[in-house]
């Protein structure tokens, strides 16, 4: 009884009891439930097993459904919870599938959401039978189910979606691709538990097959966003550096998986090259490291006479890819180093080319995926010149701008090309060759022709009808070709002309001035590149600016590489490279670091430009910021910044950009210079300056020959003032000081701050290495030189302290006075031999750490 007449506590008591009876009873219930569920997959499992079920007879297979239904939905309800689809895998392998499709089939049609159902161990059907390699079954669930994509992306086991598990458990070629055929983009980009997609599986280095090359092939065709896609973080690997990643780690291959894994690579690479612009295909090549060069440009190289030993010396720090996104070529004259009088060329027709293309050849470059060369004036190259300059040369863009090319020429120089690029100088006789079966139609691989018009004898009216009787012609022999016609006359041709031939800006004509400064550190420059000395830790600067001229025959053996962030056209993916100056800034900016430290290695960086509203021209913050990220990566000591920026409001967010690359450069402790505005205002507002994050850079300013501030210089904003006023970036007595200008402002003197710079950390170095040398027990002296005053100089504080034992209250300690610390050294090496040179340069780095605390 339980009534209201019971006691509190007893009525409670029987509520208890009551309950526990009805768990008991709900808990018996779910346990038969589990057992019979199980139970009855069991049977159907054993049954279809032993042949003693036919389901594939209509009849039976519609009285079996209406017996089971109940159970079709549910799961074993047990600790491995299957459902009825996990248990008939194990099975239904591909030699008896067949008795189980039709109980497959009417359990996707009634209930597709079986397939997904997974597992205690997160595993759906779909992933256990391509796991366990059921092919037949795998293909048979795919075409069953209405949206079968669902159930491919669904992430299983360690975040594995099926894709993962097909390429980590090597299916068959065949099953990949139908697998790939049939994913989303969001599928074939998902990412399992270590942030790989399928593609980054697919080629590793240990997968990699001639049969594993069809699945990357199809996985990128399929999903080209896949390249896109990096792994987490740290490393935010690309599929290419991926590859490159697990390649590094595998044990020696035999050559079979060699060969197939170099093709993996090459086809990863150049996909991205026909794709990607320049930046996105460094990332997904080097990431943030800085890489090789992927293009070659001298289209807009402001002097149409170059030598070949100029190319030969000047770029000898490029290093590039074996496919180059480009090749960009202007019209050039080449000056050739005469040995013995070379034989009459028996035509008129130029050979220039040649010579630059056997350089890239010599560089191991194979593949050009796009040529430009401007060949328009006369006497332009001859057909044979051509296929010399291109041959073995893969390109498959061709726009060699000569008129009325002969097709044959086009076939034996690049067979593979998709696109053309011809130039029609009006001749009819010319289109028609084009359009014959011999013509164009013998690139098999031709996709594209641009057509570009000069009206010549025929009026107008004439020769659109005859461009359309090409078009009409190309179009029967070849109807997958798309024409695009474009018609430039004379007045464009002229006008690209000379905006091609432009030169570097003017520079100070003033009178340049004799400083004493520079005449001392001239006489210790020439003192300190004879001493013979290998330095444990090379010292690289990194030069931001508008790159560099190969034709400065001083700075060359000094580049040691550069990259640029200045696009020539974004849309076409044409860049400036680093080794072409917009207006020689950075050229007389690195002449002057190494008329003060000649063995400088010049890391160069090209900045990106533009015209403000004012007509002048600007830098961007975007391409700052990117460029001393750049430096970063590379691990240079020393950055150079001869340039100011403003911030506003369009570049706002740029600047903040730059601000923490500068901050970043700082944490680093690599040492940064840059300039002074020259508007001699009262508060400098200019970056990087500016920066407020970080006060571990240095401001300078100009000064003239006497040392006193530049009269456009405000000695307040600055941090010390070095020579630059009216200053030739050659030494006096140089051969081409006569065509030079001097140069003033307080760029200048940021960029022979730098190489005072580094010249001191290089004699702290050597000075170092030295003392090592001779007397290991002289280290211990307290005015010994040794590798940790080498660290100690290189951080941002004791450089300022070297700077400042060498000035002077005269200038309110902002001019640095080099001839006190230098000038003696120089005089007493003359006629010394090395080791007593050496010795000299060390009493100079110990009597300027006399004055310093090296800690």
Same mark, same amino acid.
């Given at each position: 009884?339980?009534?209201?007449?019971?006691?509190?506590?007893?009525?409670?008591?029987?509520?208890?009891?009551?309950?526990?009876?009805?768990?008991?009873?709900?808990?018996?219930?779910?346990?038969?439930?589990?057992?019979?569920?199980?139970?009855?997959?069991?049977?159907?499992?054993?049954?279809?097993?032993?042949?003693?079920?036919?389901?594939?007879?209509? =009849?039976?297979?519609?009285?079996?459904?209406?017996?089971?239904?109940?159970?079709?939905?549910?799961?074993?309800?047990?600790?491995?919870?299957?459902?009825?689809?996990?248990?008939?895998?194990?099975?239904?392998?591909?030699?008896?599938?067949?008795?189980?499709?039709?109980?497959?089939?009417?359990?996707?049609?009634?209930?597709?959401?079986?397939?997904?159902?997974?597992?205690?161990?997160?595993?759906?059907?779909?992933?256990?039978?391509?796991?366990?390699?059921?092919?037949?079954?795998?293909?048979?669930?795919?075409?069953?189910?209405?949206?079968?994509?669902?159930?491919?992306?669904?992430?299983?086991?360690?975040?594995?979606?099926?894709?993962?598990?097909?390429?980590?458990?090597?299916?068959?070629?065949?099953?990949?691709?139908?697998?790939?055929?049939?994913?989303?983009?969001?599928?074939?980009?998902?990412?399992n538990d270590k942030g790989n997609t399928p593609l980054h599986l697919a080629v590793e280095y240990e997968?990699?097959?001639?049969?594993?090359?069809?699945?990357?092939?199809?996985?990128?065709?399929?999903?080209?966003?896949?390249?896109?896609?990096?792994?987490?973080?740290?490393?935010?690997?690309?599929?290419y550096r991926y590859h490159e990643h697990t390649r590094s780690k595998a044990a020696p291959a035999e050559?079979?998986?060699?060969?197939?894994?170099?093709?993996?690579?090459?086809?990863?690479?150049?996909?991205?090259?026909?794709?990607?612009?320049?930046?996105?295909?460094?990332?997904?090549?080097?990431?943030?490291?800085?890489?090789?060069?992927?293009?070659?440009?001298?289209?807009?190289?402001?002097?149409?006479?170059?030598?070949?030993?100029?190319?030969?010396?000047?770029?000898?720090?490029?290093?590039?890819?074996?496919?180059?996104?480009?090749?960009?070529?202007?019209?050039?004259?080449?000056?050739?180093?005469?040995?013995?009088?070379?034989?009459?060329?028996?035509?008129?027709?130029?050979?220039?080319?040649?010579?630059?293309?056997?350089?890239?050849?010599?560089?191991?470059?194979?593949?050009?995926?796009?040529?430009?060369?401007?060949?328009?004036?006369?006497?332009?190259?001859?057909?044979?010149?051509?296929?010399?300059?291109?041959?073995?040369?893969?390109?498959?863009?061709?726009?060699?701008?000569?008129?009325?090319?002969?097709?044959?020429?086009?076939?034996?120089?690049?067979?593979?090309?998709?696109?053309?690029?011809?130039?029609?100088?009006?001749?009819?006789?010319?289109?028609?060759?084009?359009?014959?079966?011999?013509?164009?139609?013998?690139?098999?691989?031709?996709?594209?022709?641009?057509?570009?018009?000069?009206?010549?004898?025929?009026?107008?009216?004439?020769?659109?009808?005859?461009?359309?009787?090409?078009?009409?012609?190309?179009?029967?022999?070849?109807?997958?070709?798309?024409?695009?016609?474009? =018609?430039?006359?004379?007045?464009?041709?002229?006008?690209?002309?000379?905006?091609?031939?432009?030169?570097?800006?003017?520079?100070?004509?003033?009178?340049?001035?004799?400083?004493?400064?520079?005449t001392c550190m001239e006489e210790f420059a020439d003192f300190i590149q004879n001493i013979p000395f290998?330095?444990?830790?090379?010292?690289?600067?990194?030069?931001?600016?508008?790159?560099?001229?190969?034709?400065?025959?001083?700075?060359?053996?000094?580049?040691?590489?550069?990259?640029?962030?200045?696009?020539?056209?974004?849309?076409?993916?044409?860049?400036?490279?680093?080794?072409?100056?917009?207006?020689?800034?950075?050229?007389?900016?690195?002449?002057?670091?190494?008329?003060?430290?000649?063995?400088?290695?010049?890391?160069?960086?090209?900045?990106?430009?533009?015209?403000?509203?004012?007509?002048?021209?600007?830098?961007?913050?975007?391409?700052?910021?990117?460029?001393?990220?750049?430096?970063?990566?590379?691990?240079?000591?020393?950055?150079?910044?001869?340039?100011?920026?403003?911030?506003?409001?369009?570049?706002?967010?740029?600047?903040?950009?730059?601000?923490?690359?500068?901050?970043?450069?700082?944490?680093?402790?690599?040492?940064?210079?840059?300039?002074?505005?020259?508007?001699?205002?009262?508060?400098?507002?200019?970056?990087?300056?500016?920066?407020?994050?970080?006060?571990?850079?240095?401001?300078?300013?100009?000064?003239?020959?006497?040392?006193?501030?530049?009269?456009?210089?405000?000695?307040?904003?600055?941090?010390?003032?070095?020579?630059?006023?009216?200053?030739?970036?050659?030494?006096?007595?140089?051969?081409?000081?006569?065509?030079?200008?001097?140069?003033?402002?307080?760029?200048?003197?940021?960029?022979?701050?730098?190489?005072?710079?580094?010249?001191?950390?290089?004699?702290?170095?050597?000075?170092?290495?030295?003392?090592?040398?001779?007397?290991?027990?002289?280290?211990?002296?307290?005015?010994? =030189?040794?590798?940790?005053?080498?660290?100690?100089?290189?951080?941002?504080?004791?450089?300022?302290?070297?700077?400042?034992?060498?000035?002077?209250?005269?200038?309110?300690?902002?001019?640095?006075?080099?001839?006190?610390?230098?000038?003696?050294?120089?005089?007493?090496?003359?006629?010394?031999?090395?080791?007593?040179?050496?010795?000299?340069?060390?009493?100079?780095?110990?009597?300027?750490?006399?004055?310093?605390?090296?800690?």
């Amino acid at each position: 009884m339980s009534g209201p007449g019971l006691p509190v506590d007893e009525r409670t008591a029987v509520l208890d009891e009551n309950l526990e009876a009805e768990e008991s009873e709900s808990s018996s219930d779910e346990d038969e439930n589990e057992v019979s569920v199980k139970k009855r997959f069991e049977e159907i499992r054993s049954n279809l097993k032993a042949n003693k079920l036919d389901l594939c007879d209509t =009849v039976t297979l519609r009285q079996f459904a209406a017996e089971n239904e109940s159970y079709f939905r549910q799961n074993t309800g047990d600790s491995e919870r299957n459902t009825l689809l996990h248990i008939l895998v194990d099975d239904a392998k591909d030699k008896v599938v067949d008795k189980y499709k039709p109980l497959v089939k009417l359990l996707i049609d009634n209930y597709p959401n079986l397939l997904g159902e997974k597992d205690i161990n997160e595993k759906n059907p779909l992933y256990i039978a391509i796991f366990k390699r059921r092919n037949e079954l795998v293909r048979f669930f795919c075409d069953t189910h209405p949206n079968i994509d669902a159930i491919l992306g669904i992430p299983c086991y360690h975040s594995e979606t099926c894709l993962h598990v097909a390429i980590r458990r090597s299916v068959t070629p065949e099953l990949a691709v139908f697998l790939i055929g049939l994913a989303s983009e969001r599928t074939l980009c998902a990412k399992n538990d270590k942030g790989n997609t399928p593609l980054h599986l697919a080629v590793e280095y240990e997968r990699c097959t001639d049969a594993q090359f069809k699945i990357v092939k199809a996985l990128i065709s399929q999903c080209d966003k896949a390249m896109d896609e990096r792994t987490g973080a740290p490393n935010f690997f690309s599929p290419y550096r991926y590859h490159e990643h697990t390649r590094s780690k595998a044990a020696p291959a035999e050559a079979e998986r060699k060969e197939s894994a170099n093709a993996i690579r090459g086809y990863l690479k150049l996909h991205c090259m026909r794709t990607r612009d320049h930046d996105d295909t460094m990332d997904f090549l080097y990431g943030q490291n800085q890489g090789k060069q992927i293009y070659f440009d001298l289209y807009d190289y402001p002097s149409e006479r170059i030598s070949e030993d100029f190319i030969n010396e000047g770029l000898s720090h490029l290093k590039f890819e074996n496919i180059l996104q480009y090749v960009a070529l202007r019209r050039m004259e080449l000056e050739k180093k005469v040995i013995q009088k070379p034989p009459k060329p028996s035509g008129k027709g130029r050979r220039d080319m040649v010579f630059i293309f056997d350089f890239l050849r010599k560089k191991s470059v194979d593949r050009v995926i796009r040529i430009i060369v401007d060949d328009t004036l006369e006497p332009a190259h001859s057909d044979e010149a051509i296929e010399d300059a291109l041959r073995d040369l893969k390109v498959e863009i061709w726009d060699w701008r000569k008129m009325d090319l002969c097709t044959e020429t086009i076939f034996t120089a690049a067979p593979d090309a998709r696109e053309v690029y011809l130039y029609w100088s009006g001749n009819n006789a010319v289109l028609r060759g084009w359009s014959e079966p011999e013509g164009l139609n013998r690139l098999a691989k031709l996709e594209k022709v641009h057509l570009h018009v000069e009206q010549g004898l025929e009026t107008t009216a004439r020769t659109e009808e005859h461009v359309k009787s090409f078009i009409n012609r190309l179009d029967l022999l070849h109807r997958d070709i798309k024409i695009n016609v474009d =018609v430039k006359y004379a007045a464009d041709r002229q006008r690209e002309k000379q905006e091609l031939t432009r030169g570097p800006i003017d520079t100070s004509r003033e009178q340049a001035e004799q400083h004493k400064w520079l005449t001392c550190m001239e006489e210790f420059a020439d003192f300190i590149q004879n001493i013979p000395f290998e330095p444990r830790e090379p010292l690289t600067i990194a030069l931001i600016d508008d790159g560099v001229d190969i034709n400065e025959q001083s700075l060359h053996g000094k580049i040691i590489d550069g990259r640029s962030f200045c696009h020539r056209d974004k849309d076409q993916n044409l860049s400036k490279p680093h080794y072409v100056t917009s207006r020689g800034h950075g050229t007389a900016m690195a002449s002057l670091i190494c008329r003060v430290f000649p063995k400088a290695q010049l890391y160069v960086l090209k900045l990106e430009e533009y015209m403000n509203e004012n007509s002048k021209r600007q830098i961007t913050a975007r391409s700052a910021a990117r460029a001393v990220l750049a430096a970063i990566d590379r691990r240079v000591d020393i950055i150079s910044m001869s340039w100011t920026i403003e911030r506003t409001p369009n570049n706002a967010s740029d600047i903040d950009d730059l601000e923490s690359a500068i901050e970043a450069a700082a944490k680093e402790g690599i040492l940064m210079l840059c300039a002074a505005n020259d508007q001699g205002v009262e508060h400098d507002k200019t970056f990087p300056a500016a920066c407020g994050r970080t006060k571990r850079i240095f401001k300078i300013g100009a000064a003239n020959a006497p040392g006193w501030p530049a009269e456009y210089v405000n000695p307040k904003e600055v941090d010390f003032i070095f020579p630059g006023h009216n200053v030739l970036k050659e030494r006096p007595g140089d051969r081409s000081v006569e065509k030079s200008k001097p140069l003033t402002g307080s760029s200048v003197a940021t960029a022979i701050a730098a190489g005072l710079a580094a010249l001191l950390l290089y004699c702290v170095q050597l000075s170092a290495l030295h003392t090592e040398a001779v007397d290991q027990q002289y280290q211990h002296l307290s005015n010994a =030189v040794t590798m940790d005053d080498f660290k100690a100089i290189k951080r941002h504080e004791k450089m300022k302290e070297a700077f400042l034992t060498m000035t002077s209250q005269g200038s309110e300690n902002k001019f640095v006075e080099v001839w006190h610390l230098f000038g003696p050294a120089a005089k007493k090496a003359k006629g010394r031999i090395p080791e007593e040179k050496k010795q000299i340069v060390t009493e100079l780095v110990q009597k300027l750490k006399a004055n310093m605390t090296f800690e």
